[in-house]
């Protein structure tokens, strides 16, 4: 059974720094494309960066493009996603998310089949 399990969510004021991490189990993730989502309250759920697990390629939103990275620990199986000069905007549920597909499609949520639970994340103005 697939589990996905992110950790690391809490409060931060704005200019701080986060890191959340997501712990994947249960099949071979090396053909996978692991991402992170959010979802603010009343907000659709938007995507927020890509990695490949097999190699270094990565893809970010505009909006956290040069402030967030997105990175993985192939020992550990996990993602991590360190957040830093969070705006209260950043303010969301994050999920962590796998699937498989071309790069282009790595920021649409129809490509993942995997979800974790998701942390909470909360930037204070």
């Known amino acids: 059974q697939v589990q996905l399990v992110e950790s690391g969510g809490g409060l931060v004021q704005a200019g701080g720094s986060l890191r959340v991490s997501c712990a994947a189990s249960g099949r071979t993730f090396s053909t996978y494309v692991m991402g992170w989502f959010r979802q603010a309250p009343g907000k659709e759920r938007e995507f927020v960066a890509a990695?490949?697990?097999?190699?270094?390629?990565?893809y970010y939103a505009d909006s956290v493009k040069g402030r967030f990275t997105i990175s993985r620990d192939n020992a550990k199986s996990t993602v991590y996603l360190q957040m830093s000069s969070l705006k209260f905007e950043d303010t969301a549920v994050y999920y962590c998310?796998?699937?498989?597909?071309?790069?282009?499609?790595?920021?649409?949520?129809?490509?993942?089949?995997?979800w974790g639970q998701g942390t909470q994340v909360t930037v204070s103005s």
């Open positions: 990695i490949a697990w097999s190699n270094d390629s990565t």
């Open positions: 998310a796998a699937g498989r597909g071309y790069s282009r499609s790595w920021d649409r949520r129809s490509l993942y089949n995997y």
